[in-house]
Nanobody, 120 residues
Framework: QVQLVESGGGLVQAGGSLRLSCAAS????????MGWYRQGPGKQRELVAA???????DYADSVRGRFTISRDDDKNTVYLEMNSLKPEDTAVYYC??????????????WGQGTQVTVSS
């Protein structure tokens, strides 16, 4: 069974930093694009950042220059470094990964989410 487990969320003051991690486990043959999404109170889930298997990255305009996505394929882990946090960054952050799993095929998997709260 494949799992994505996020960690690193919490409460931080505006201007502070957090680092989210998402570790994938299971019979993973390959990982394609991995990313982070977030869903704020009363809002739709939105893409925050994504990184391809070749290292190309993409960011939402609202976080570009403040957040950095990276991945360590040896550890099956994707990270999101968040700096200069703002109250509007408050949301549940979800990890997402397109992976090929042995005897299953290629699907997109989601983590359970981790809460990030930024106080003003």
């Amino acid at each position: 069974q494949v799992q994505l487990v996020e960690s690193g969320g919490g409460l931080v003051q505006a201007g502070g930093s957090l680092r989210l991690s998402c570790a994938a486990s299971g019979r993973i043959l390959s990982k394609k694009t991995m990313g982070w999404y977030r869903q704020g109170p009363g809002k739709q889930r939105e893409l925050v950042a994504a990184i391809t298997s070749t290292g190309s990255t993409d960011y939402a305009d609202s976080v570009r220059g403040r957040f950095t996505i990276s991945r360590d394929d040896d550890k099956n882990t994707v990270y999101l470094e968040m700096n200069s946090l703002k109250p509007e960054d408050t949301a549940v952050y979800y990890c997402n990964a397109e992976m090929t799993v042995w005897s299953v095929g290629t699907y997109t998997y989601w983590g359970q989410g981790t809460q990030v709260t930024v106080s003003s």
